[in-house]
């Protein structure tokens, strides 16, 4: 049994209480407890001058799977020594580990436990490639994980969407083949991107808008997004559709992503890197901000979530799902190379270098359009703090956006660093909100995992994992955001004042919806005929999902009730803690061919 004090801290705990309270934090054997007055404790800090909030956690970072690692292979300045913002590890508990835009597996570990995160999900992991993505998880140290698998543009859903007519006949069925989706790659939700898009570049359109016909499956990105979203609803994971909608970083898509909120006709969704969305035609560059009518659509949409992919001046590497989309940008490519790539035409990936400056006109309207919508919507509950690492810039950048946000005199001085036109014109100018502490923990902790479902996770009240973090007080926020004093992983001492203290192996967050097993026989039908894997080899079991995260425990999230009967679904919810060996027998009893 270990026990655990933090005493004279200002508690900054948005899920259980309004604003900070000057109180005590008790943690016993890895969860937050309340301890009795005078227990002796194994280790008691006097956190006097210091905020406690629980563990950041980041919902929408691709640290694991195919992409990632292609930009790793691609950026291999960014792995020489000298080219790193930060000298090399001098921690003797840190093995060499470097990489700024594309920081390795460890880097990744390191630099955000020094910022106090102590969770981070991987957006898209595509089917035929979760094992890498979970092992690579896995080799991240410290960090708690998940991902969010990629459904939408693969040949049996289009397929089924267009077999199913537009009353959605056959919609059962694709709900089981969502939930089997889950359930085989371990996920802890469904992203979808640029729905359907990607698939139509494979049949050579270029774009694709909301309401548009794929030319081969004759189905629209409005029937993909509506169907998911659905299916994720009657499943009951509690994590809603993640979308990244169509036509990314194109001028004037914010009509469509205004039409994506009401194509869900009121279903939950999160929608993700809302800045890359958020754009108008005026001017007279025929680029400008629409912050303002986006914001406006979150506030009347109390069911949608966003995060921003706030876009950060400097080195970047844009790694994206959207072929189509990256496809189209890669003219832009600094340095002047990318990458496009398939696996199973599952989905796609794209992996474009950046560089985001200050005197370009677009990018620095994009940092301007990120800032803008962080003020412009009222709850912060509904908005999650992400740079889309690396897509916007860097994770190790949060202290400074932070910064950005909570402090206006430091906000209009960089303003005034951008291309003039900008600086001149823009409406973040005029903004005087100053987001507070509270609503710092909730864009950063609090709100991830509640638009998660985790239910034990982001607070830190009596039975929660003591996941928390401990800032020293600093009118410089970016100072005092990125370098707690303490962290704390599971009630480990795992940091302390930016230096690595212990690394323990995180744990891996997944949903297990209830789905009836007879999708495995259209599933093994169509591997068949039109695939190279095995549906029995697809499906990764728990002793597996173990051994690839480096023997982290395993952290299955309860679904909502569902809201299809039991009946409805023939089979139940597969317990956890199941041994492996639950694998999908071919009912065909072919196997592969
Ligand atoms: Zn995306
Ligand atoms: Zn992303």
Redesign the pocket.
């Known amino acids: 049994m270990s026990t655990l004090r933090i005493r004279h801290g200002r508690v900054i705990d948005p899920t259980n209480a309004r604003g900070e309270v000057l109180r005590e934090v008790g943690v016993r054997d890895g969860r937050f407890a309340t301890l009795a007055p005078g227990e002796p404790v194994d280790q008691e800090i006097d956190a006097a001058g210091c905020v406690v909030m629980a563990g950041g956690i980041d919902m929408?970072t691709h640290i694991g799977g195919g992409k990632v690692n292609l930009a790793r292979v691609l950026m291999g300045e960014d792995h020489r020594d000298g080219f790193a913002p930060w000298p090399l590890p001098t921690n003797a508990l840190e093995l060499a580990s470097c990489g700024s835009c594309t920081p390795g597996t460890l880097a990744t570990g390191y630099r955000y436990v020094e910022m106090g995160y102590t969770a981070a999900f991987e957006?898209?992991m595509v089917p035929a490639n979760a094992r890498h993505a979970h092992m690579e998880m896995g080799d991240v140290p410290v960090l708690d994980h998940g991902a969010y698998v990629m459904l939408g543009n693969d040949e049996l859903f289009l397929q089924m969407l267009a077999e199913g007519g537009a009353d959605a006949r056959n919609f059962a069925l694709i709900r089981d083949y969502v939930a089997w989706t889950i359930h085989a790659t371990k996920a802890m939700g469904v992203?979808v991107?640029n729905p359907g898009g990607i698939s139509a570049f494979k049949f050579n359109q270029r774009k694709l808008d909301l309401d548009e016909l794929h030319t081969h499956w004759q189905v629209t990105p409005r029937r993909v997004v509506h169907t998911l979203a659905r299916a994720l609803k009657e499943l009951g994971v509690p994590h809603p559709l993640h979308i990244?909608g169509c036509n990314?970083g194109v001028a004037g898509n914010i009509a469509t992503t205004l039409e994506t909120i009401g194509a869900l006709e009121g279903l939950p969704a999160h929608l993700?890197?809302v800045q890359?969305h958020a754009y108008g035609t005026e001017g007279p560059k025929k680029f400008s901000s629409a912050a303002l009518q986006l914001a406006e659509a979150v506030n009347a949409n109390p069911q949608v979530s966003i995060d921003i992919?706030q876009v950060m001046f400097g080195q970047t590497v844009t790694a994206?799902?959207?072929t189509m989309r990256q496809h189209a940008q890669s003219g832009l490519a600094n340095p002047r190379k990318w990458i496009g790539a398939d696996i199973e035409l599952d989905a796609g990936c794209g992996v474009v270098p950046f560089r985001y400056r200050e005197q370009s006109f677009v990018n620095a309207l994009q940092w301007v359009i990120g800032l803008e919508l962080f003020l412009l919507v009222c709850n912060p509950w509904q908005v999650v703090l992400t740079t889309?690492h690396p897509?916007g810039g860097p994770f190790t950048s949060y202290p400074h956006l932070i910064r950005l946000l909570m402090d206006k005199g430091f906000r209009d001085e960089q303003l005034a660093k951008l291309h003039p036109e900008v600086a001149a014109n823009c409406a973040l100018k005029g903004m005087t909100r100053e987001l507070t502490l509270e609503e710092i923990a909730v864009m950063t902790r609090a709100a991830p995992a509640k638009l998660l479902g985790l239910r034990d996770r982001g607070h830190l009240g009596d039975g929660a994992a003591a996941d928390l973090a401990i800032y020293r007080e600093d009118a410089d926020r970016e100072r005092m955001f990125t370098a707690p004093e303490y962290v704390f992983k599971d009630g480990v001492q795992v940091a302390r004042a930016g230096r690595i203290t212990a690394l323990p192996v995180g744990g891996t967050h997944f949903v297990e919806p209830g789905f009836d097993d007879a999708i495995e026989k259209v599933l093994s039908r169509h591997a068949r005929r039109h695939g190279t894997l095995d549906v029995g080899h697809a499906v990764i079991g728990h002793d597996e999902l173990c051994a690839c995260c480096n023997g982290g425990r395993l952290l299955p999230t309860a679904c909502f009730d569902a809201s299809v009967s039991p009946a409805e679904r023939r089979a139940a919810p597969k317990p956890a803690g199941i041994p492996s060996g639950d694998r999908p027998t071919d009912p065909s009893g072919e196997g592969q061919s």
């Open positions: 929408h957006p898209a992203k991107v990244h990314l993700t890197h890359f992919g994206s799902g959207d889309d897509n």
